[in-house]
């Protein structure tokens, strides 16, 4: 192989493919060769040269099982915890939808701007979006309220608000793998210039964090009606607050503007990927359904329930998703 040996390629493969169980067969059976084949291409099975049939057929069955136990992980990670992480925010947002909106709106910005920045394992920054205000759960919904309008917080409401990362931090930690999720959730809040050289922080944890504070805190500027490059500059004018790069990266990946028809409806006309346009509230005062969320099926099971008991404020004011001329709902996509 001009200009590359075995062990550099078993390396590269390694670092561009990491899920391949990789097997060295060589003519070159030293001790030397061996011992880098091992450290720097991490390989599972070193085989050496004449190698029979028989050898190189007990080396492949255990090499495809443990790709399929390097594959099942993955699949847990990004799938099974993912969904799990995703049924339990629905749930918890039909008892505080105030808290856990931003999570749903956020989702997509997080992802996008890690993508960008190639972090690893980007399941785990779509649940630190998602799980991010769980701590909110322990905060008066007045508060929260007043928080999405922009209205300034009392001292005692500020010092109850600053301490939901740590509240999240540590329901999210009981939840075996994602510590790292639960250290973003944690310093969410932290400026971006109190992060001092050295910080031992990993990088993505840190820059997890960063993340979801940037999106966040964009999120609450919009929710006021603040447009994007309004909200964008007014967030650039606090220096040392955000992380510069990804405040560039968010100027680039704002809150897309979803097209499709908008009116007004009953509740009986209310189905699973509509979104709603205005905050639904109960007869009695409470918000079912901020603005922005999409309405699913556990949505409508708990509209329903207020709907008999209580009543809800109607018309509805939904948005469908427009595609390519013609109106469908994002539940069937």
Known sequence: MPGMDGVQLLSRVKDSFPD??????????????????????????????PCSTATLATSLAPAVRQHN????????LNKTVKGSITVMA?????????????GYRIKPLVKEIAGDLRLPGLWQYEVAALMSQIGCITLPTDVLHKLHAGITLTEEEQKMYINHPKVGSKLIRK??????????????LRSFDSCEEGD???????????????????????????GHLQAIKQMNKQSGKYNP????????HK??????IIKNISFKDVIPGMTAVEDVFAKNGAMLIPKGQEITWPVIQSLTNFEKQIGIVEPIRVRTIENHGQYRWPWYQ
């Open 200 to 226: 031992s922080k990993e990088e993505e944890v840190r820059l997890g964090a960063e993340i979801l504070k940037a999106t966040i805190e964009y999120d609450l500027l919009r929710q006021q009606d603040i």
């Open 20 to 49: 391949t169980v990789r097997i060295m067969l060589t003519g070159n059976a030293d001790q030397e060769t061996a011992s880098e084949a091992v450290n720097a291409g991490q390989i599972f099975r070193f085989l050496t040269k």
């Open 69 to 76: 136990l390097l594959t099942a992980e993955k699949e847990l």
């Open 245 to 252: 790069s990804i405040l560039n990266l968010l100027e680039k």
């Open 255 to 260: 809150q897309k503007d979803v097209h499709g």
């Open 90 to 102: 629905e749930l918890l947002s039909l008892s505080n939808a105030a808290a856990f909106s931003s």
């Open 175 to 188: 939840i075996p793998r994602l510590e790292k999720v639960a250290a973003m959730i944690e310093n969410q």
